[in-house]
Every structure is written in structure tokens, then in C-alpha cells.
């Protein structure tokens, strides 16, 4: 089962979800698509850890080849091209790496050179595999690494968590598109249903299923509850306040690990969503 964790907004607790129900699943593989900002090796801190780099293909012109037809920026549909006195200019940071100029150009005056936009980091912790995407500081698109991500999701049997970047925007389509199943951590304040809403438009376009945990709970929040009651949307947990939690969350452990409520609320989560998934 692929399971995608994620939120509206930050700070919601997605990735404290997502770490403790890869613990609660044990022979699991975590996947950290939360590239520009992942935190969750921060938790699971994982042992033999082994990197490699995420490259795109970015256009390069032979301007010796070059004729001025300009069928390349005609064809271009991100705009990245452009013929700016008598030369061929790409604009590297809304390139999207398809080829089709290289294809499309008569005077075979384009290649594609190698562009590092980020790595990926593959370790372990007690049974789950860790993998982290890394998105190198000052690039435009987080997608060709989360992709890279995802791609080892078919390498690795049991359950897949899969941590979501925050927000509603592409990069979240992305890390959600090949999942089975949504869990949307949400805070009991305005600005979190305002954004759980924004987040559960997007899932209803794609189909999935989904349910909701509300985290951080010091007291009822009714407009949130009402949402989610009036929609039919399923409250999987409600995890309160706990100046424990926090603690632990400082320090930097799993919940899961370390505090026997939190591990049966963990496991009693996931099989929730188990069931959930099998209806």
C-alpha cells in the first residue's frame, strides 16, 4: 500500500505523522518527498546512508547550426526558449526537460547536456527503508526529484509512506499521484481549514481516497469538525496537545519508539486506513 501523508500548510505535524505510522507499519519504506525542506531523517536518523545525484537535460545550442527558424520557441510550450539578437537563449529555470526541441530542430543544432538539480539519500532505521530527496539550494522545480524519489517505490515490498510537501500545488500532485491512499494531517485553527480545504478540492480531482488526523489539539474546534462532518469526511485520529509529544518531537525521536500511547494510537491508525483500503 502506498500511503501519502500531507497538509495544507506547514507545521501541521505532517512529517510526525508520516514518520510514526512508517514505525507503527515496521517492514515499511518512508520516502521523504518534502524535497526543498526534509525533516524526517532528522527522526529516523538513518544508518549506511548512500547518495546519488538527480540530473536533468537542459537544451544546448550549436549557434555555428543554427539558423534563426526559430521552430524551437515555436514549440516550446514553457516558454523557456527565445531568439534575442540573432541568438538562442534558454531559460534554464522553466525548462522542463522534454526533448522536443531537440527533436523538432531541422539544422540538428540543439543537444542536451547533464544539470544537477538535487541527490538522494538511501539509509535505514530498525526495518524501514529511508529515502530522502534533496532539492539543491536555488532551483526552480522540486518535481524531477521527487520523481526520482518515487521511483524507488517499486523496488521495496510492504507498506510505502510517503511524505508530501506541503501546500496544494504541483509538487504535491506529484508525490500523490501514484498513492493508494491520502491521510491530510490538519490543525484545529482557521488558516488549517482553510488549507485542508484547498488540499481536499485537490484530492477529490484526482479521485483519491482520503481521511483526516487533527492534530495538535488543545480544544474543540468546531468549524474544522463541522467541515469534515458535513462533507463526510472521515476523522481517522485526534492526537491532542501533549507537552510530552513535544518533548519528544524536540528531541528529535520517534513517538512511536518512545511512548506507549502514541504507539497504540499509531497502530490503531494504520489499521484503520488498512481497512479503509481494503473497502
Known amino acids: 500500500m502506498k500511503l501519502a501523508v500531507l497538509s495544507g500548510k506547514g507545521g501541521t505535524g505532517k512529517t510526525f505523522v508520516s514518520v510514526n505510522l512508517a514505525a507503527a507499519a515496521k517492514n515499511a519504506t518512508y520516502m521523504d518527498c518534502d524535497v526543498e525542506e526534509p525533516n524526517g531523517r532528522l527522526f529516523l536518523k538513518p544508518t549506511k546512508v548512500t547518495s546519488a545525484s538527480v540530473d536533468t537535460m537542459l537544451p544546448s545550442f550549436e549557434e555555428t547550426r543554427c539558423k534563426g527558424c526559430r521552430q524551437c520557441v515555436d514549440f516550446c510550450r514553457f516558454n523557456a526558449l527565445a531568439f534575442i539578437k540573432g541568438k538562442p537563449k534558454v531559460f534554464e529555470t522553466i525548462c522542463h526537460s522534454c526533448g522536443g526541441c531537440l527533436l523538432i530542430c531541422p539544422h540538428h543544432a540543439i543537444t542536451e547536456t547533464w544539470h544537477p538539480v538535487g541527490r538522494i539519500e538511501r539509509g535505514s532505521h530498525e526495518g524501514i527503508t ?12 522540486a518535481v524531477p526529484v521527487i520523481h526520482a ?20 500545488g504541483c509538487p504535491v500532485l506529484e508525490s500523490v499521484s501514484a498513492s493508494d ?26 479521485q483519491k481516497p482520503y481521511g483526516v488526523v487533527i492534530n495538535k489539539i488543545e ?3 468546531a468549524p474544522l469538525e463541522d467541515y469534515c462532518a458535513q462533507n463526510g469526511i472521515r476523522v481517522l485520529s485526534r492526537i491532542p496537545y501533549s507537552k510530552k509529544l513535544a518533548q519528544i518531537n524536540t528531541a528529535a525521536e520517534v513517538a512511536y519508539e518512545q511512548d506507549e ?10 489499521q484503520d486506513i488498512e481497512a479503509e483500503v481494503r473497502t
Open 130 to 141: 529511508v529515502i530522502t530527496g534533496i532539492l539543491n539550494p536555488g532551483e526552480a522545480s
Open 261 to 270: 500511547e502514541s504507539r497504540k494510537r499509531f497502530q490503531a491508525l494504520l
Open 219 to 221: 480544544a474543540t474546534y
Open 181 to 206: 491512499y491520502c491521510v491530510l494531517v490538519a490543525e484545529p485553527t482557521a488558516f488549517g481549514l482553510h488549507n485542508l480545504q484547498m488540499v481536499v478540492e485537490l484530492l477529490m480531482l484526482l
Open 149 to 168: 524519489v518515487l521511483d524507488d517505490a517499486s523496488a521495496h515490498e510492504g507498506h510505502v509512506v510517503i511524505d508530501c510537501p506541503p501546500g496544494s
